[in-house]
């Protein structure tokens, strides 16, 4: 990751950051890191394997895509391309703030988007295609999380996670690849780390994402499954 000395852009990249900083302490809630149910021994060891992908994002929701832009997005995102020399920070960017630390790259969204969301988890979606060999396992539905795991007979799992809006995703920047695409007009961030894929998308009330850990899985196959995602009846 390449910086130019631009005292200007380099100004609005910290006064960004500094908003976003107030955003988060602002935004952190007790509550957000309840859940209804117990875990089990085997969820729990399931998590821990998020948590070592993701970094802290499944706590902060339990870990844990509205409005457009806010005034900072903006500002952030214009910084990001006159000042870094990343090209899928070029890409349009939706109701995603990107920070990027030497440490670590995350994804959160609007303040405005998040208040007008609900806070928790009143319809519940599932995707309606998954590859050939994976069997679903029983649901995980709670107040602010809805988890769908699929497992194959290699032990390789596909999680699908809706979560409430407020939500913030963390990965560590070593050996992280990242991309912003567009999927049937809806903006998606994709992150592929240690042998793993994850796609993250947001609506006007829930965060959902899809973890492959899977390296025979394509990025066509995820994409289908993505397009697949309708509402799960009970």
Known sequence: MKWNTNKKGLDVLKEAFREINRWEYENLRLDS???EWE???VYQKRMERLIKHQGRSYWRCVNTMSKRIAVIVLALALTFVLSMNVSAIREPIVNWFIKIYEEGI???HDRDAVAKA?????TVYKPGYIPEG????QPRIGRITAYFIFTNEAGEEIVFLQSILDTLHHFDNNDTNYRVRDINGMTVASVEAHGS???YWTTDEYSFSLTVFSAEI???????IIESIAEYET
């Open 197 to 199: 894929k994850s796609f």
């Open 218 to 224: 394509s990025d066509e196959c995820i994409i289908k």
């Open 118 to 122: 609900p806070k928790q988890v009143k």
């Open 134 to 137: 994976f069997e679903p396992e």
């Open 33 to 35: 890191m309840e859940e």
């Open 106 to 108: 995350y994804f959160f």
């Open 39 to 41: 875990p089990s021994p």
